[in-house]
T-cell receptor, first 112, second 111 residues
Framework: DAGVIQSPRHEVTEMGQEVTLRCKPISGHDYLFWYRQTMMRGLELLIYFNNNVPIDDSGMPEDRFSAKMPNASFSTLKIQPSEPRDSAVYFC??????????FGDGTRLSIL | GENVEQHPSTLSVQEGDSAVIKCTYSDSASNYFPWYKQELGKGSQLIIDIRSNVGEKKDQRIAVTLNKTAKHFSLHITETQPEDSAVYFCAARGGYSTLTFGKGTMLLVSP
């Protein structure tokens, strides 16, 4: 049974470039979460979707960040333009309502 | 909103010893408390969880205790093994709200 799949696993790019992170949730899960993990701030929730609809994006740090979920099997997190302080590990997770969240292996993003 | 504090930030033990990680939460409405294990380069995996109608839950070498009055919960790992080395996160959730995570504890088990 495939878990949450994230791509790419690593991304290194120069500041100012657009970055797109991708996530495929577990089939049948109706909740999808995007997190950012840093040493200083730990795991922070950026945004979450229910049935492909964004429910709470209050964790999105700035307008440079945007997320979409065009269908039940795919979501993207975009950063445009990227800045060095965006360097972190970004995790996607999915779940059924009131059930535990299942995490992907993350995308390690480095902005030079 | 919810605030979750986790201690210690790092914990070193010898193989076979017990390890205890503690978390406190601020929102008395929180009713679900999972623990996740994150190995290097991997996503977090749920290892045990507890709901607010239960005071303790055990699964082999892992146990979680919850004190609702004091608003704290703890992870206990007995007979630690080197493969237990990882970062452990606690989290809290209330009602329809999302999980709020602690900042993590890096556990190192030395052979």
């Amino acid at each position: 049974d495939a878990g949450v799949i994230q791509s790419p696993r690593h991304e290194v790019t120069e500041m100012g470039q657009e970055v797109t992170l991708r996530c495929k949730p577990i089939s049948g899960h109706d909740y999808l979460f995007w997190y950012r993990q840093t040493m200083m701030r730990g795991l922070e929730l950026l945004i979450y979707f229910n049935n492909n609809v964004p429910i709470d994006d209050s964790g999105m740090p700035e307008d440079r960040f945007s997320a979409k979920m065009p269908n039940a099997s795919f979501s993207t997190l975009k950063i445009q333009p990227s800045e060095p302080r965006d360097s972190a590990v970004y995790f996607c997770a999915s779940s059924l309502e009131f059930q535990p969240q299942h995490f992907g292996d993350g995308t390690r993003l480095s902005i030079l | 909103g919810e605030n979750v504090e986790q201690h210690p930030s790092t914990l070193s033990v010898q193989e076979g010893d017990s390890a205890v990680i503690k978390c406190t939460y601020s929102d008395s409405a929180s009713n679900y408390f999972p623990w996740y294990k994150q190995e290097l380069g991997k996503g977090s995996q749920l290892i045990i969880d507890i709901r607010s109608n239960v005071g303790e839950k055990k699964d082999q070498r892992i146990a979680v205790t919850l004190n609702k009055t004091a608003k704290h919960f703890s992870l206990h790992i007995t007979e630690t093994q080197p493969e237990d080395s990882a970062v452990y996160f606690c989290a809290a959730r209330g009602g329809y709200s999302t999980l709020t995570f602690g900042k993590g504890t890096m556990l190192l088990v030395s052979p």
